[in-house]
């Protein structure tokens, strides 16, 4: 099942990067890739990728579209940074543990065992050639979603609903789909 419009209402603002500006431990929405079938993927095809890290002219990702964004905000809560206070239009990786660039060490720790992010079912890693990349979208967070969505001062159920809330704004009722989402044997194309 696609989470796409799910992320939609809480990936937001965006900011469009040039290729070269794409870091590890940032999301963005790339929205034109000249080697993808389509080449611009739009709607529930949109592209949401948490970058893990990034060699010579490749980057190396996890497609956000397939995970529960419940499960994606407790991963990125497993590897945010306490020490450092989250601030206006800030960067992501700037708040979220120091890896080496490769991503290995971030794959090897967090993301390989973690079925909820990873997995052959999800089918969700991917690369992207950075010459290849036409259109890419950095997703800025607000700082009061930031500090809601880390937890601070709130308890889960709260950034539970925080998620629901965020999701559930200007939807049309073609958009919708209930948070959680359908049982995990229900396999949607």
Known sequence: MLYTYQYKKFLNPEVRVPRSEIRPRNIYRISSYKTGDPITKTGQDMR????IGKVD??????????????????????IRNKQIPIKEDQKLEEVLKKFG?????????????????YSTKLSNYRTY?????????EIRFEEGFLKELFGIGTTIEDRKQLIRDEQSKDITPQERTPFPTAPDNEITE
Do not use: M, R, S
Not at 57 to 78: A, G, R, S
Not at 129 to 137: C, H, Q, V
């Open 48 to 51: 949401y990728v948490f970058v």
């Open 101 to 117: 660039k490769d991503g290995k060490q971030l794959f090897e720790g967090y993301i390989k065992n973690n079925p909820k992010i």
């Open 129 to 137: 050639i950075l010459p290849n990349i036409t259109n890419a979208w």
């Open 57 to 78: 002219e490749k980057i190396h990702c996890i497609k956000l579209n397939e995970i529960k964004p419940i499960d994606f905000i407790q991963f990125l809560n497993k």
